[in-house]
């Protein structure tokens, strides 16, 4: 179905070209803009339709959660935030603005945990504790080589 031009330029004209200026009375003349109204609304979203498409997409509250606090960590909301990792994905594109950073900031604290660990490991001398350490470094040389593949 092809959608046509719309024919008029604004309400007055509209109401000009249907005669209700000069000869219409007060409540013709309101009944007129109401009608332009829903023809114009009409047509606009003919024309919206034919360039623009909608997906739906179902979420669980905790992935919703967490893309919403992703949205907001990049400044956008959450619909333009889902729109442009899509986007970025399909152009091949980092997803998130800030991803270098995140993982930068990420492997700093990392290093950080390791070397709080590394001394209460030497400053303690518990039995339970020597243990506990030894599997949180197990844990840290396990995450490390993962860290620095990016």
């Known amino acids: 179905m092809k959608t046509k031009e719309f024919p008029y330029s604004n309400v007055e004209a509209y109401l000009d070209a249907i005669g209700v200026l000069q000869h219409g009375t007060a409540l ?5 803009r109401k009608t332009f109204r829903k023809l114009y609304l009409k047509q606009y979203r003919k024309r919206y339709a034919k360039n623009h498409s909608s997906v739906n997409i179902v979420f669980t509250n905790a992935e919703k959660h967490l893309l919403k606090q992703l949205a907001v960590e990049n400044g956008k909301k959450l619909a333009s935030f889902i729109k442009t990792i899509a986007l970025n994905t399909l152009n091949g594109k980092q997803q998130f603005g800030n991803t270098s950073t995140n993982f930068s900031e990420v492997k ?3 290093s950080l945990c390791y070397d709080m660990v590394e001394t209460l490991q030497f400053e303690n001398e518990y039995p339970q504790l020597k243990a506990s350490y030894d ?14 593949d990016y």
């Open 135 to 148: 599997k949180l470094e197990q844990l840290f040389s396990q995450i490390e080589p993962l860290l620095d």
């Open 108 to 110: 700093r604290l990392f």
């Open 28 to 32: 013709e003349i309101t009944e007129a």
